[in-house]
Each structure stands twice: as C-alpha cells, then as structure tokens.
C-alpha cells in the first residue's frame, strides 16, 4: 500500500470547503412546449369515471372524494390524486380522459423536503402550474375510445308502413363486441338505471362471449330484460362516459343483444332457484311489469304468490300499450314464462271488485300489492270530444294489441292531440292500419310542446315522420268540429306559452293562429291515470292518498298494513321504473312478513 | 432520384413488399418496405454499397403480439441525399432469433443487445449480446413483450406510500346516492 493510497481519502476534504463545481442554470429554460409534466386537472369538466385510473400501468393513482364536489348522476364527485413516486410521466391518462379535463403542463422542475408533498389532486391542490398554458395535451388522433356506435339496422320506412314487424334489428356477435368493447366500464350509468342493473359487468360478459354469466347478471336486477332491452327509456345512457367523447354506450341494445343470444332454457338454467316455502301467501293485482317483478322476487324468497290479471294476457302496458313493431309479443311471453318459471301462479281474465272481490283476497293472503298500472286515458274535455269518434289513445292501443277492430273501421283520416311516446305510438299504429286498409296514410299529431321541447324520444318522432305521420308543434286543441252528427276535424290556436310565470301548467294562446285539421276521428294522447274502482268506496275512503295517487312509504306500503302499491300508478309510466318499484315493494313485503306482522 | 425510382430499381434484384410512403407531401423522404429475413442481409449490402444508405439510423421492435410476430425495424440513413429508408422485417415470436448486422454496421451490436434484452429477439454472433444492458438483475419476461404485464409488475416490485385509499366510481355512487337500496330485491 502506497503512501498516497492511505493519505488521499483526507485530502478528499478539501472538496468541502470549494464552490460546486455545478452550476445554476443559467438560462432557467423552460421545458419543450408539448413536454410531459406534472399534471393538470380541469376539475369542473372530470366526472371522476376513474378511467385515468384503470389505465395507470404504475398504480399511481387513487380516486378521492372532494370536498365540494357532490356526487350526482354522472359524476361520481371524486378526482385522480396522483403519486408522482409512482407516475412514469407516460401520458396514458390523459389519452384515455374521457372528457379531456386531464393534461400535463410542461412543468417539472419541484423540490420540496417531504416525499408525501409529492401526492396530491392535481385541480383540487393549487399548484403553480395549474395555468401553465403549455405541455402535454391529447392530440386529436389519439383515441383510444370508439367514438362512434356500432351502427343498428332498421327496416326502412317504406318496408315497414304496412306491417306491424320489429323495426330494429339487433346486434349480431361482432357488432355487439365492437359496441361493447367502446365501454370503459367505469360504472357511472348503473346509479342513474332506476333498478341499478350491473351494466359495465354484463357489457363486460359480451366481451368475453360469456352469455351464461350475462343472462344471470341481467335477471339479478331485471325479469324484464327482454322487454326493456327493447322498450327501455334508458336513461342510462344519458350518465355514460363515453357521451363526452362522441355517443353514448348502446346500453339498451347491448342488453336486448344478450337476450337475443340466449333460449328460455339457458335462462331459466343461471336463474337462482327459490329458497324453501315459507307458508305465507300474496295476492298481486295486476300483471304489468311492477306485479311481475314483486311476483318474481317473492317467489324466489319462498312465498306462494298468486298474480290476478283482468285481461286475458299478462304484460300490462308492455303488452297492451306498446305496440308490437316495437316490442313483439313473444318476447313479452318469454320474459312472463321465465317468472312463471320460478313460481308464480299467473290468473287472467279474473277481475278484482268483479270476478273476486278484494276483500275475498285480503281474507285469503298474507298480504296484498296492488300493481295497476295507468290504464284509463285522460280527456281533453274541449267541446265536441265528448262524441263516440273522439277516442282515447290507450284504448286504441288495446284494440290493436287484441287485433280487433275499431267501430267504424280505421278512420281514413285522423288527428291525434298529444306530444308524448303513447301519441307516437298510436299515431303510428293508425298510419300501419290506414295503409294496410287504404294504402295511405292521414294522420296529424298537433303537440302543445314546440319542437324543442318535445317530451316523445327524438327516435319516435323521426321514425313517425318517415312513415308519413305529419307532426304540427305548438298547436292547442280547442275544439272537436262535429257536423251534422259526424267528426270532422280539430281546431287548434297557436300556443305562446305552456306554463304561467309560477311554471304552473295553464297554457297561453295565439287566438290569431287557428288552424283547422280535418279528420273523422280525433285520438287524445294526453296522459293516463288509474282505474281504481276495484277498491271500493270504502277502501277509498279508509286510504290515504296523495294528488289522486294512493299514498304510500318508501316500501310502496299504504297506509293499510296488509295493502301495499306499486309502478306507474304510484310512480308514473315507465318501465323498468316500475321494476325497479316492483323490487323496492316485493323487500318491504318480504320483511313484513317475516317479522308476521302483514296483518 | 425519387424514392419510388429506388424502390423499382431494388426490387427488381430483391423480394420486396410494397412501398409505404410515411411522410406525404414535400419529397417523400420516409419510406418502408417489407423484406423476408432470410435476404435482409443482402438488400442492406447492397443498399450501403451501391445505393448511399451509409448509416443505420436504429433497429428497433414492434411486438404483434395477436400475430405471434415481432417486426424488427432496420432504419437506413442516404446523407448525401436526405433520404430515410426503414427495412421491416417480420420473425416469429416463438423461439425469436434473427441474423445479427454487427458486421455491416456495429452500432448495431447495441440495437441488438437492447432487443434481446427488452424483447427477447436473439442476435446469435453479436457482440456481448449474453450481457446485461440496462435492466440489471432482471427476472421477468422481456418487458416490452405486450404480455408483460406491467402493472402486476409494479404492484409486486415497489411498494406503496402509506396512506393511498382508493375508491370505486360504481360503489362509491351507490353509497352517496342509494346506500339503503337493493337493487335485486334480496
């Protein structure tokens, strides 16, 4: 060992009291203007889908509530927090934002002492580059979302003026993988679905062929998938992360596809079976898609259910209000065999008040659940609609679904009052027949709602408008023309406003504007309500009731304790609301006769 | 001389795939052409000793992992007239070897311990291609084979700081916005 090898680690020291060789930056440069830096967050544009999350491919991010940001419906109230121990300054995260709130500025120069500073939510915690007009944002052609949905065939419109056949077509395999593989399965839909179906999970089934798992995840949530796989309103789809980026998931048709993929046997095969019987009896009134679902639900937990049905089919509005271009009745008969399936006696052509009488069921069950439905169409009550020709929409609908035919025959030419979906589809159902009948097609549907306002989907009017349906907005009715006995027409006026300045409903007219639109028949499609006769004058004085609607608690309980209600006739029309009612019931009532306390 | 007046001239002598034009507009000076593995060697002679392509710009990789094939990239430099050529060769996945360039260019013999490396392509021949490059100690799968999971990797490898909590868009709705309701009715 040489003397020079024992002194030199000393001699190291003198380096202690030297300037550093290091220098400041001396131009303090700014990074390129499109470098990846510490992130930003555009906090009001994220809806916290957590896709940057899932995408990560270094765990660096967690998703965290915020203070001030509400969850609501799509918007799941949290932010990113970003581990930048963890970040590998990639930029998937902001590739994949479906809403373009997440970038990077080109800022990456920070010191700070404690490690943890370097863990925060990017918008929510200041920062000094949280304005940084420069660094990484998403170039156009960076996708990695399908912006467009798989396109769904339809019969075209002159094919389908003369026939009652389905419309839509379906999703085959490839192109419901393709649709299905746009989803980012991020969950923001299933909060806003009424009965919270398992979307992104059966989305995810599609993906991977695996249609048993599918079908069992539909029926966990929704006997009336085949229905509403079709019919839904699927309001869903108005919370989907994808709308940002271009169109919304085709949830609905998504479902109606894993339906059309599967037979009644590989159903009632994944169906849960019902657990051992309980002894205790329900009577169901009514077999429309909230007494079907309680039915189902009941059923499975052991109950002897017996469903009541006054007309001569189950299904309710499904079957007797929708008609069956949109949704053929074999899928109504398939779903209603599925809940049949587990249990459930179905009863038709027996009448509450006339074949048997409510009493008698009160007498001979545990418990009792009214599930009704709106079955009587309201009126107008302008002059001349008291005549035999001015006829309500449901009721036209009903004739139609029994194939039977109108008095008088189809009306040559027709006026239908309303702006709704029953107005469109009775609209369209006396253009199907008059074109069958006549080979063409009269029929005016005056709306009060103007265009921009219109309360039927934008689907429903364009299709009645490419089958001939002539669609006048802002048009109040004032008076059906009757001439020397016989209908001739519908005066209207100009409608200026719908609602007062205290947003009451007390329309305002343009008496200048009157149109007169001719017509042997005129259709009101104005609403409908609940015929509850059944219940007796008594009854109807015993309940509690709440704006014509029977009161009930949040179980759908009335406020008699053996009684409970259910769907539309409580919750207004709409199908898998009325599902989603069906369940919320069918628990009250299970609990309530588990504690024996039904009576 | 056009690129396209090269390419017609070169394929004449080699089996080339068809002209892909990357950069449009101005003079097209981006270009790749598809050539089986077995005559790369010969069309790079030839294109560094008769057509001017004097520098091996990179070799890189492309993983098509549905494909059950790698595309190396062999990206030749003409300086004296600004042209980029890029040579892709396609190999199989399985068992993934290719003839080493380290002769015709060594630079290449460090393009090629980054692939066997990152990639897991061999280059048997190659200059220390048995070293370590820059992942020491590593004992995965090559990383940038699509199948390393990276995530699973960076899970398993480096911890986390304490005090990260995640929370799920789905289930955290469901707490804030219906936490007393079940959807199936159970």
């Given at each position: 060992?040489?003397i020079?090898?024992?002194?030199s680690?000393f001699?190291?020291?003198?380096n202690?009291f030297?300037d550093?060789v290091?220098?400041?930056?001396?131009?303090?440069r700014a990074a390129?203007p499109?470098?990846?830096g510490?992130h930003?967050n555009?906090?009001?544009?994220?809806?916290?889908?957590?896709?940057c999350?899932?995408?990560?491919?270094?765990?660096?991010i967690?998703m965290?509530?915020?203070?001030?940001i509400?969850t609501?419906?799509?918007?799941s109230g949290?932010?990113?927090?970003?581990?930048?121990?963890?970040?590998?300054?990639?930029?998937?995260?902001?590739?994949?934002?479906?809403?373009?709130s997440?970038?990077?500025?080109?800022?990456y120069?920070?010191v700070?002492?404690?490690?943890?500073a370097?863990?925060f939510?990017?918008g929510?915690?200041k920062k000094p580059?949280?304005?940084?007009?420069?660094?990484?944002?998403?170039?156009?052609?960076?996708r990695?979302?399908g912006r467009?949905?798989a396109p769904?065939?339809?019969i075209?419109?002159?094919?389908?003026?003369?026939?009652?056949?389905?419309?839509v077509d379906?999703?085959?395999?490839?192109?419901?993988?393709f649709?299905a593989?746009?989803?980012?399965?991020c969950g923001?839909?299933?909060?806003?679905?009424p009965t919270h179906?398992?979307?992104?999970?059966?989305?995810?089934?599609?993906?991977?062929?695996?249609?048993?798992?599918?079908?069992s995840?539909l029926?966990e949530?929704?006997?009336?998938?085949g229905?509403c796989?079709?019919?839904?309103?699927?309001?869903?789809?108005?919370?989907c992360?994808?709308?940002?980026?271009?169109e919304?998931?085709?949830i609905?048709?998504?479902?109606?596809?894993i339906?059309?993929?599967?037979?009644?046997?590989?159903?009632?095969?994944v169906?849960?079976?019902?657990?051992?019987?309980?002894?205790?009896?329900?009577?169901?009134?009514?077999?429309?898609?909230?007494?079907?679902t309680?039915?189902?639900?009941?059923?499975?937990?052991?109950?002897?259910?017996?469903?009541?049905?006054?007309?001569d089919?189950?299904g309710?509005?499904?079957?007797?209000?929708?008609?069956?271009?949109r949704l053929?009745?074999d899928i109504i008969?398939?779903?209603v065999d599925?809940?049949?399936?587990?249990g459930?006696?179905?009863?038709?052509n027996?009448?509450i008040?006339?074949?048997?009488?409510?009493?008698?069921?009160?007498?001979?069950h545990?418990?009792?659940?009214?599930?009704?439905?709106?079955?009587?169409?309201r009126?107008?009550?302008?002059?001349?609609?008291e005549h035999?020709?001015?006829?309500?929409?449901?009721?036209?609908?009903?004739?139609?679904t029994?194939?039977?035919?109108i008095?008088?025959?189809?009306?040559?030419?027709?006026?239908?009052?309303?702006?709704?979906n029953?107005?469109?589809?009775?609209?369209?159902t006396?253009?199907r027949?008059q074109?069958q009948?006549y080979?063409?097609?009269?029929?005016i549907?005056?709306?009060?709602e103007?265009?921009?306002?219109?309360l039927?989907d934008?689907?429903e009017?364009?299709?009645?408008?490419?089958?001939?349906?002539i669609?006048?907005?802002?048009?109040g009715?004032q008076q059906v023309v009757?001439?020397?006995?016989?209908?001739t027409?519908?005066?209207?006026?100009r409608?200026?406003?719908?609602?007062?300045?205290?947003?009451?409903?007390?329309?305002?007219?343009?008496?200048?504007?009157?149109q007169?639109?001719?017509?042997?028949?005129v259709?009101?499609?104005?609403?409908?309500?609940?015929?509850a006769?059944?219940?007796?004058?008594?009854?109807?004085e015993?309940?509690?009731?709440?704006r014509?609607?029977?009161?009930?608690?949040?179980?759908?309980?009335?406020s008699?304790s053996?009684l409970?209600a259910?769907g539309?006739?409580?919750r207004?029309?709409?199908?898998?609301?009325?599902?989603a009612?069906?369940?919320?019931?069918a628990a009250?009532?299970?609990?309530?006769?588990?504690?024996?306390?039904?009576? | 001389m056009?690129m396209?007046?090269l390419?017609?001239r070169?394929k004449?002598?080699f089996?080339l795939?068809?002209?892909?034009?990357q950069?449009?507009g101005g003079?097209?000076?981006?270009?790749?052409?598809?050539?089986?593995?077995?005559?790369?060697?010969?069309t790079?002679?030839?294109?560094?000793?008769?057509?001017?392509?004097?520098?091996?710009?990179?070799?890189?990789?492309?993983?098509?992992?549905e494909?059950?094939?790698?595309?190396?990239?062999?990206?030749?430099n003409?300086?004296?007239?600004?042209?980029?050529?890029?040579?892709?060769?396609?190999?199989?996945?399985?068992?993934?070897?290719?003839?080493?360039?380290?002769?015709?260019?060594?630079?290449?013999?460090?393009?090629?311990?980054?692939?066997r490396?990152?990639f897991?392509i061999?280059?048997?021949g190659?200059?220390?291609?048995?070293?370590?490059?820059?992942?020491?100690g590593?004992?995965?799968i090559?990383p940038?084979?699509?199948?390393?999971?990276?995530l699973?990797?960076?899970q398993?490898?480096?911890?986390?700081?304490?005090?990260r909590k995640?929370?799920?868009?789905?289930?955290?709705m469901?707490?804030?916005?219906?936490?007393d309701?079940?959807?199936?009715?159970k």
């Open positions: 060992m040489s020079k090898d024992v002194l680690p001699t190291a020291w003198k202690l030297r550093p290091s220098i400041r930056d001396p131009l303090n390129a499109r470098y990846r510490f930003q555009d906090v009001a544009q994220c809806i916290g889908c957590g896709t999350e899932d995408i990560c491919q270094n765990g660096a967690d965290v509530p915020v203070e001030g509400a609501k419906q799509g918007d949290l932010r990113p927090r970003i581990d930048y121990g963890r970040c590998c300054w990639c930029a998937l995260c902001v590739d994949v934002c479906m809403t373009h997440l970038s990077m500025s080109n800022v120069t920070w700070d002492g404690d490690p943890d370097f863990r939510t990017p929510v915690d580059w949280d304005d940084a007009a420069l660094g990484y944002r998403r170039p156009e052609e960076h990695l979302t467009v949905r769904m065939g339809e075209e419109p002159a094919e389908r003026i003369d026939s009652f056949a389905e419309i379906g999703y085959d395999v490839a192109e419901a993988q649709e593989d746009r989803c980012v399965s923001l839909c299933v909060a806003t679905c179906m398992a979307i992104p999970q059966y989305i995810k089934a599609i993906r991977d062929g695996d249609y048993d798992l599918g079908v995840l029926y949530s929704n006997p009336f998938s229905i796989g079709r019919v839904c309103t699927h309001k869903c789809e108005t919370t992360a994808t709308r940002h980026e271009g919304p998931i085709a609905r048709w998504l479902k109606r596809h339906m059309d993929q599967v037979s009644v046997d590989q159903i009632k095969r169906l849960v079976k019902p657990t051992a019987p309980t002894g205790r009896k329900v009577a169901i009134v009514g077999a429309g898609p909230a007494g079907l309680a039915a189902f639900d009941l059923a499975k937990q052991g109950h002897q259910v017996t469903v009541y049905e006054a007309l089919q189950p309710g509005m499904t079957r007797w209000g929708i008609p069956e271009y053929p009745y008969d398939q779903d599925i809940i049949r399936s587990v459930v006696d179905i009863r038709c027996a009448r008040g006339t074949d048997i009488t409510l009493d008698q069921l009160k007498a001979d545990d418990a009792v659940l009214l599930g009704l439905g709106l079955q009587l169409g009126a107008t009550r302008i002059p001349g609609s035999a020709d001015v006829r309500k929409a449901v009721d036209l609908l009903r004739l139609a029994a194939g039977e035919p008095a008088g025959g189809t009306p040559r030419e027709v006026v239908v009052i309303g702006g709704g029953v107005a469109m589809d009775i609209a369209r006396l253009a027949l074109q009948a080979g063409e097609v009269k029929v549907l005056t709306a009060l103007d265009r921009a306002h219109f039927a934008p689907e009017i364009k299709e009645a408008g490419e089958e001939g349906v669609i006048l907005d802002a048009r009715p009757v001439e020397n006995g016989s209908v027409g519908l005066k209207t006026w409608v200026k406003a719908i609602f007062d300045e205290q947003g009451r409903f007390a329309p305002s007219y343009d008496e200048a504007d009157a007169f639109h001719p017509g042997s028949m259709v009101e499609a104005i609403g409908q309500m609940t015929d006769s059944l219940l007796g004058d008594a009854m109807t015993q309940l509690a009731w709440q014509g609607r029977l009161q009930v608690d949040v179980g759908g309980r009335t008699a053996w409970w259910a539309d006739m409580v207004g029309p709409d199908v898998v609301s009325a599902v009612d069906g369940h919320r019931v009250s009532i299970h609990a309530a006769l588990q504690e024996g306390i039904a009576k | 056009t396209r007046e390419y017609d070169t004449a002598l089996p795939g068809e002209l892909i034009e950069r449009s003079n097209n000076d981006l270009v790749f052409v598809t050539v089986p593995a077995a005559h790369l060697r010969a790079i002679l030839h294109l560094r000793d008769k057509e001017g392509f004097s520098h091996l710009v990179l070799l890189t990789a492309v993983d098509w992992l494909e059950g094939q790698f595309q190396l990239t062999y990206l030749l003409n300086r004296q007239q600004a042209y980029d050529l890029g040579l892709r060769v396609m190999i199989s996945r399985d068992s993934a070897t290719m003839e080493s360039i380290h002769d015709v260019w060594p630079t290449a013999a460090t393009y090629q311990r980054e692939l490396e990152m897991g061999d280059f048997p190659s200059p220390r291609i048995e070293e370590e490059f820059i992942l020491e590593w004992n995965d090559p940038y084979r699509r199948d390393f999971d990276t699973k990797y960076a398993e490898k480096f911890s986390e700081r304490p005090g995640t929370h799920d868009p789905e289930t955290h469901r707490q804030q916005l219906y936490p309701m079940s959807p199936t009715g």
